[in-house]
């Protein structure tokens, strides 16, 4: 993937800059520039395809949810509305005729279908965000090392990576987040010690190529530190690939989240989208047809989901010019 990277040109991306005009900034001052107008010109290719947009929308629909989920679910997630029934039974929603008023219904055991839908999207949210940021920090810090250094560090280095790659991820995340116990950071560690394998390996087979490039030879002739090699340098020309592997690690990491919660494992503090599912499952919901109970959770996983691989894959033309389909 990297030889379909944008390398026709033999310089730094940010070589066109104003010297004399950088004179007036200090050294951070100066990388803090350069990444901000990587981001915005990663950002406004990314936003060229409708798609990307709309699966943006979509996240960003899901994050105000669960930011202000207290205004806008009617109850608490575990708020049992049917104290007083000695058998506790669904209720349908209120638009297939269903007593109470509630928009999805009640579940088998007493709890506002709609409310806890809305609760579940902030462990989706907060799963899918911290665990792709951790992931891929963690994932382009060991390809950076590895590629730049070379020699022992990258074998070391890269033989973790080979150890990672053997563990297969669901299961290998089930059996830690059982001996860690249920929650949501156990999950996020487990997920992270596992997931950045990728990025690691595709990221210093980048910097492998970058770093016999004429801009970072002449920056290490002029007397350049190493930081500042790899900070000006290096690490934003790997930026878009960084952002590839992020955008696929949050729609990972959600499916992660809601298989490891399907089974039981999950936070048992707070209720998920997996958990929803594990619950209907429990109570043969699936099998009676309460299709009001499992539907929403499935869907709303499924659409998450699906706008970060629509996201990745918009990060994937970027990085792979090649992908671009002509109109």
């Given amino acids: 993937m990297t030889e379909t990277m944008n390398q026709e040109h033999d310089g730094s991306i ?19 520039r350069l990444w901000k107008e990587t981001i915005t010109e990663q950002f406004s290719m990314l936003t060229e395809d409708p798609l990307v947009v709309a699966a943006m929308a979509i996240l960003a629909f899901f994050g105000v949810v669960a930011i202000f989920a207290p205004y806008i679910a009617p109850y608490g997630p575990k708020e049992r509305l049917m104290v007083n029934a000695l058998f506790a039974k669904w209720i349908k929603p209120s638009f297939l ?52 250094y070379g020699g022992y560090v990258d074998d070391v280095l890269m033989r973790l990576v080979d150890f990672v790659y053997g563990l297969p991820l669901l299961p290998t995340v089930i059996v830690l987040v059982t001996v860690l116990g249920p929650g949501l950071e156990n999950i996020i ?35 350049a530190s190493n930081w500042r090699i790899i900070s000006r340098h290096i690490a934003p020309n790997v930026l878009p690939m960084a952002f590839l592997y992020g955008a696929f690690a949050i729609a990972w990491a959600i499916l992660t989240e809601a298989g490891v919660s399907f089974l039981g ?63």
Avoid at 102 to 129: C, E, H, K, N
């Fill in 265 to 327: 494992l999950g936070d048992p503090n707070s209720v998920s989208w997996g958990m929803m599912l594990q619950s209907a499952r429990v109570y043969s919901a699936m099998t009676e047809g309460t299709w009001w109970w499992f539907v929403p959770p499935g869907v709303c996983i499924a659409l998450v989901v699906i706008s970060g691989f629509l996201i990745g894959r918009g990060y994937e033309e970027i990085v792979n010019p090649e992908l671009q389909v002509e109109g």
């Fill in 97 to 148: 005729g269903g007593e109470g008023g509630y928009i999805l219904g009640t579940t088998a055991q007493g709890y506002d279908i709609f409310s806890q839908l809305v609760y579940g999207a902030r462990p989706a949210i907060m799963v899918g965000l911290v665990a792709a940021v951790m992931t891929v920090g963690l994932g382009t810090l060991v390809g950076l090392v590895s590629g730049y």
């Fill in 189 to 223: 560690l487990a997920f992270v010690l596992l997931q950045w394998r990728t990025s690691a390996r595709v990221i210093r087979a980048l910097v492998l190529s970058l770093r016999e490039r004429s801009f970072v030879k002449a920056a290490k002739i002029s007397g």
């Fill in 14 to 32: 940010f070589a066109d800059i104003d010297e004399e005009s950088e004179e007036q900034f200090s050294a951070w001052q100066r990388n803090l």
